[in-house]
């Protein structure tokens, strides 16, 4: 099985931040890198799907990086609406989620 | 626009079955492509995926279940369920299904843009 590990696990920021959270697979995947966003009590939203291609109606703000096994995404310019928890899940091999980041207010 | 929304008890005995119905409504569940899923997420933590269904036959699960789940479709109705056999208090969790996108290979490689709002399912006596 691939294992996803993201870093941090959490973070503080603040509105008009840019901050970056990282995503690791355990073995080659490719561009096959999907980012979520979750928010409490809210069902997951996807942001970016293949490493880097914005999903309809995300903000573009919002944009994925990476190959291989290194991923990021960046979020260029935080807003109130942003904090949440985000997760990447891998699509290489059927999926697997990595742990979550979780961006808190400072 | 698509949407699901799942449906079924908030609360299970241990060592029963849960069983969860998704009801789909502006899409076809014929429709190749589309990878008709089951995930759950135990209270604070991350999401786990359970299964899919794919071209209204085909299965796959996550093998971590030991053989427990079945997922299981009705196209007349436009909905699908999960079947969760023999649940401990570790299956307590919200239960989601979702509709990923991408080929046979790659059954998510276009992401799961479409999810249900969730259900809590507690397992307990």
């Known amino acids: 099985d691939i294992q996803m590990t993201q870093s941090p696990s959490s973070l503080s920021a603040s509105v008009g931040d840019t901050v970056t959270i990282t995503c690791r697979a355990s073995?080659?995947?490719?561009?096959?890198l999907n980012w979520y966003q979750q928010k409490p009590g809210r069902a997951p939203r996807l942001l970016i799907y293949?490493?880097?291609k914005l999903e309809g109606g995300v903000p573009s703000r919002f944009s994925g990086s990476g190959s291989g096994t290194d991923f990021g995404l960046t979020i260029s310019g935080l807003q109130p609406e942003d904090f949440a928890t985000y997760y990447c899940?891998?699509?290489?091999?059927?999926?697997?989620f990595g742990g979550g980041t979780k961006v808190e207010t400072k | 626009q698509v949407q699901l929304q799942e449906s079924g008890p908030g609360l299970v005995q241990p060592s029963e079955t849960l069983s969860l119905t998704c009801s789909v409504s502006?899409?076809?569940?014929?429709?190749?492509?589309?990878?008709w899923s089951w995930f759950r997420q135990p209270p604070g933590q991350g999401l786990e995926w359970i299964g899919y269904?794919?071209?209204?036959?085909?299965?796959k699960y996550n093998l971590s279940f030991n053989n427990r789940v079945t997922i299981l479709v009705d196209t007349s109705r436009s909905r699908f369920s999960l079947k969760l056999t023999s649940v401990t208090a570790a299956d307590t969790a919200v239960y989601y299904c979702?509709?990923?996108?991408?080929?046979?290979?790659?059954?998510?490689?276009?992401?799961?843009?479409?999810w249900g709002q969730g259900t809590t399912v507690t397992v307990s006596s």
């Open positions: 979702a509709r990923g996108v991408g080929t046979v290979t790659m059954p998510y490689n276009y992401g799961v843009g479409v």
């Open positions: 502006g899409d076809s569940i014929n429709r190749g492509g589309f990878y």
């Open positions: 269904f794919y071209d209204s036959a085909d299965t």
């Open positions: 073995q080659f995947i490719s561009i096959y």
């Open positions: 293949a490493a880097s």
């Open positions: 899940q891998q699509a290489y091999t059927i999926q697997s």
